[in-house]
């Protein structure tokens, strides 16, 4: 994942985002309105531990006989055999709590995490590889990450939703460590995390395998064995009743292989390009739309995890789909920024390609 120091971004639409259902009642709504800072990716990693503390540290005995009344079963007590409280680095407040609901005093059968709105049951301890994926079948990361899937009750229907501030999955893993840990979790899961860039906003989704082979296939922008009229430029090409002329060729090796980026005009202005195609051997001649630097957050119901910052460059498919589609790689996008900011392309034309900086986020939920 290609990391870059931007400038700040405000985003006044919180937005959440996930490919099969949104997940927004428990989620806090915010303005993301603090600078976005460029960290790199094995930064972020040695930031976010992955290693338990020793239970008997990290977890706070509490007096085995309190007793906590469940309000939708009053005449039944419950024992609290663990439980601590937690301000999340966003301000939330969670707390952990280790219940015993089916007698003795010995072990613990639930593990709840509590919220000012909401109470959640722990269903699942992950490790999560996440990865940024490429319309090329690039990934990018993985981004390592420990979350706690729970699940609550909204309107009649129970939903799933994560818990990803270290401190509080921390917690609920030394308790699952626990040998008089009864509950539904006996361990940590590993579990992939795909994520791909949506759109020229730079919105993220995250998709499930099945989704991603999906997303891979419709629209393929590898070459057929059958070829297209438009896999190769020639140096006149005569698209409907407009006519563009080759004016020169650029050749880039990038992070991800090497390229080649031809410049059309469109104006009879040969001194500077109105086009960018690009070019790389084995897939079709893509039209440039422009470069997105994508800094994207992965958000629990308590905190958010920063995925740094991608280069992601938008293509579109010729002659069959103007399609969506995202390609990364930090020095291809880095040439082409460097070729919009020069006299070579005319950025004054009716519909020049784009450069945008945006902070995405992404609500996790149950992938």
């Not at 401190?167 to 579990?191: C, D, F, G, H, W």
């Not at 897939?283 to 994508?294: N, Q």
């Not at 119901?301 to 995925?307: K, Y």
Request: aromatic fraction near 8%.
């Amino acid at each position: 994942m290609s990391i870059h120091a931007i400038s700040s971004v405000t985003n006044k639409s919180y937005s959440n985002i996930n490919f099969e259902k949104r997940k927004e009642k428990p989620v806090k709504n915010q303005n993301v309105t603090s600078p976005m800072k460029a960290v790199p990716l094995a930064a972020l990693i040695a930031m976010s531990p992955l290693t338990t503390n020793n239970a008997a540290n990290i977890m706070k005995a509490e007096n085995k006989t309190n007793t906590v009344e469940l309000a939708q079963a009053p005449e039944e007590h419950i024992i609290l055999m663990y439980g601590d409280a937690f301000t999340s680095a966003n301000g939330t407040k969670v707390t952990v709590m280790a219940l015993n609901t089916k007698g003795g005093s010995d072990s613990y059968d639930k593990i709840l995490l509590k919220t000012e709105n909401y109470t959640f049951e722990a269903k699942e301890l992950l490790l999560r590889n996440a990865y940024l994926w490429s319309s090329n079948k690039v990934k990018e990361g993985p981004l390592k990450f420990k979350e706690v899937i729970a699940e609550t009750e909204i309107d009649g229907k129970k939903e799933r939703y994560s818990f990803v501030d270290p401190t509080i999955v921390n917690y609920v893993e030394a308790l699952v460590a626990q040998p008089t840990n009864k509950s539904n979790i006996k361990n940590m899961r590993q579990a992939d995390l795909n994520l791909v860039v949506a759109n020229s906003k730079g919105d993220l989704l995250g998709l499930t395998d099945e989704n991603l082979k999906f997303y891979f296939e419709k629209f393929p922008i590898k070459r057929s064995t059958q070829g297209s009229l438009f896999d190769n430029f020639f140096d006149e090409i005569y698209v409907g009743p407009f006519h563009q002329k080759r004016l020169w060729e650029q050749q880039v090796q990038g992070s991800h292989g090497n390229y080649t980026l031809r410049f059309y005009d469109d104006d009879g202005n040969f001194d500077n390009a109105e086009n960018i195609v690009l070019k790389k051997d084995g897939y079709r001649d893509c039209s440039v739309e422009g470069v997105v630097l994508v800094t994207g957050k992965l958000h629990g119901v308590d905190d958010a995890i920063s995925t740094g910052t991608a280069s992601v460059i938008h293509i579109g498919i010729e002659p069959l789909t103007k399609e969506d589609r995202y390609i990364t790689d930090d020095i291809l996008a880095n040439e082409i920024i460097k070729i919009y900011n020069s006299s070579k392309y005319n950025k004054s034309q009716k519909f020049p390609i784009t450069i945008n900086q945006t902070e995405s986020n992404l609500v996790l939920g149950d992938y």
